[in-house]
């Protein structure tokens, strides 16, 4: 599994692949609100990294270099458990200086072992009651 910058010939495929995952993971959401065009509004100005495997696109990260802040980890459901997700964020912690931070949602239970297990730790629980998330911290 190769870690490289995305250009935007790979576009296309991160914008499936950002739908795809998001409808498999957040099950509390209308399924039909979520669009493809979702990907642009919410990577805008962003640092993108993809995990990629023969020549297919497994999953994406998208950074705020300047903040150390990971602002978007997805994999593709069909490459869910291979990991993809491990290797993207091994390669976000690489490209930023600690401490890094990143918000889960509250309701993502996976996604929140995840990265307890990957060493990282819950500061504070912030937003709206069908909105909250998690901050959480590496250092």
């Given at each position: 599994m190769d870690i490289r910058?995305?250009?935007?010939l790979d576009y296309p495929n991160l914008r499936r692949i950002y739908l795809e995952s998001r409808r498999e993971s957040f099950h509390w959401l209308d399924r039909n609100e979520m669009t493809v065009e979702d990907f642009d509004k919410h990577t805008e100005g962003e640092y993108i990294i993809l995990a990629e495997e023969d020549n297919h696109i497994l999953?994406?990260?998208s950074l705020y270099l300047?903040?150390?802040?990971?602002?978007?980890?997805?994999v593709h459901p069909e490459f869910f458990g291979k990991g993809a997700g491990r290797q993207l964020l091994h390669a976000s912690i690489e490209k930023m200086n600690t401490p890094l931070r990143l918000k889960c949602v509250s309701k993502n239970q996976k996604a929140l072992k995840f990265y307890e297990n990957?060493?990282?730790?819950?500061v504070i629980e912030e937003g709206e009651l069908e909105e909250k998330y998690w901050v959480m911290i590496y250092d």
């Open positions: 910058v995305a250009t935007a999953g994406f990260a300047s903040e150390n802040f990971i602002h978007n980890l997805f990957m060493g990282w730790k819950k």
